[in-house]
């Protein structure tokens, strides 16, 4: 199989656009994508950008971390900070942070990291354990959340870098559009203007399937560890990405038109549905839209069962 742009052997068959890419023109296409999404997303006009990457040492924000630092290394005004929630998964999140703080270490970028017991007095596993009948991720995502905005603001950062790629756009369109929630999908990051309290998110991979990431992983020898949470399974997300897996072999490029079809909704409703007036929680001071955040509820519940 020869590359569609040169002689060279190809090692990827790009399935939405029909081209074969040799190592060169797939590690050109996926910067080529990854920095037209940092123009639109980033805004460069302060003397200092300061933009925390959200590190858990997976994959996906493993390549993310190692692409913004090629792409913006030689960039004066920008400075890169790696923070990391420690959620407390045994045998999970503890096996990822030696990668984290390893691939940190070999790019010379500082790294922060905030655990949930440290912030909740609870590990992961403990709620986990305490709260059987929920699943897992009600619990998580909103702390990792609150946990990542926390980082974000003791480190002073404009932004922070998701390592949400293609498929998982894809996907948290699809789980809005499922729920009909329309005031979660006006929300849904990469977010274009400043809030008061919670720092912007932005996705740098929003363009890049999930398979273009693993193999950038692989040619550039970024060791990440590819560790599926033990929590995994109870995830509402697994239903969307059976869907879209589906879709995708009957019809590819779905990814990309579902992903499409969420900028062109979030678009439309600017202005809209998502300006949501946040204020401090009663009980801890995190941004939320009610008098207590739903991690403070979910914590006092979790107090008075047991």
Same mark, same amino acid.
């Given at each position: 199989?020869?590359?569609?742009?040169?002689?060279?052997?190809?090692?990827?068959?790009?399935?939405?656009?029909?081209?074969?890419?040799?190592?060169?023109?797939?590690? &050109?296409?996926?910067e080529?994508?990854?920095?037209?999404?940092?123009?639109?997303?980033?805004?460069?006009?302060?003397?200092? %950008?300061?933009?925390?990457?959200?590190?858990s040492?997976?994959?996906?924000?493993?390549?993310?971390?190692?692409?913004?630092?090629?792409?913006?290394?030689?960039?004066?005004n920008?400075?890169? #900070?790696?923070?990391?929630?420690?959620?407390?998964?045994?045998g999970?999140?503890?096996?990822?942070?030696?990668?984290?703080?390893?691939?940190?270490?070999?790019?010379?970028?500082?790294?922060?990291?905030?655990?949930?017991?440290?912030?909740?007095?609870? %590990?992961?596993?403990e709620?986990?354990?305490?709260?059987?009948?929920?699943?897992?991720?009600?619990?998580?995502?909103? @702390?990792?959340?609150?946990?990542? *905005?926390?980082?974000? #603001?003791?480190?002073?950062?404009?932004y922070i870098?998701?390592?949400?790629?293609l498929?998982?756009?894809?996907?948290? #369109?699809?789980?809005?559009?499922?729920?009909?929630?329309?005031?979660? @999908?006006?929300r849904?990051?990469?977010? &274009?203007?400043?809030? &008061?309290?919670?720092?912007?998110?932005i996705?740098?991979?929003?363009?890049?399937?999930?398979?273009?990431?693993?193999?950038?992983?692989?040619? *550039?020898?970024?060791?990440?560890?590819r560790i599926?949470?033990?929590? /995994?399974?109870?995830?509402?997300?697994n239903?969307?990405?059976?869907?879209?897996?589906?879709?995708?072999?009957?019809?590819?490029?779905?990814? /990309?038109?579902?992903?499409?079809?969420?900028?062109?909704?979030?678009?439309?409703l600017?202005?809209?549905? *998502?300006?949501?007036?946040?204020?401090?929680?009663?009980?801890?001071?995190?941004? #939320?839209d009610?008098?207590?955040?739903?991690?403070?509820?979910?914590?006092?519940?979790?107090?008075?069962?047991?």
């Open positions: 199989m020869i590359c569609s742009r040169c002689e060279n052997t190809a090692i990827y068959s790009a399935y939405y656009s029909g081209e074969n890419l040799c190592r060169k023109h797939l590690e &050109d296409s996926i080529r994508r990854v920095k037209q999404e940092i123009r639109s997303q980033v805004s460069f006009r302060k003397e200092k %950008t300061r933009i925390a990457v959200a590190f040492g997976g994959k996906d924000s493993s390549v993310m971390l190692f692409l913004l630092h090629k792409l913006l290394r030689n960039r004066r920008i400075e890169l #900070t790696a923070v990391t929630v420690d959620e407390g998964i045994s999970y999140r503890d096996l990822e942070m030696d990668g984290a703080s390893r691939l940190c270490s070999e790019l010379g970028i500082s790294h922060r990291i905030l655990s949930f017991s440290e912030k909740y007095g609870r %590990t992961m596993d709620i986990a354990r305490l709260d059987s009948d929920t699943i897992p991720c009600s619990h998580c995502g909103p @702390m990792r959340r609150q946990v990542l *905005n926390v980082l974000a #603001t003791e480190v002073d950062a404009d870098a998701l390592g949400m790629n498929d998982d756009y894809a996907q948290s #369109t699809l789980m809005n559009v499922i729920k009909g929630d329309v005031s979660r @999908m006006a849904l990051a990469p977010h &274009d203007e400043p809030g &008061d309290l919670l720092v912007r998110r996705l740098p991979l929003k363009k890049i399937p999930e398979k273009e990431v693993m193999i950038y992983a692989l040619v *550039n020898g970024i060791k990440a560890e599926w949470c033990p929590y /995994y399974g109870r995830a509402e997300r239903e969307a990405r059976e869907i879209i897996t589906g879709l995708e072999e009957k019809h590819p490029g779905t990814a /990309y038109s579902i992903a499409k079809f969420g900028d062109a909704v979030k678009k439309s600017k202005g809209k549905e *998502n300006n949501v007036k946040l204020g401090r929680c009663k009980i801890c001071g995190s941004p #939320t009610s008098d207590i955040c739903s991690v403070c509820k979910n914590l006092e519940r979790l107090n008075h069962q047991n």
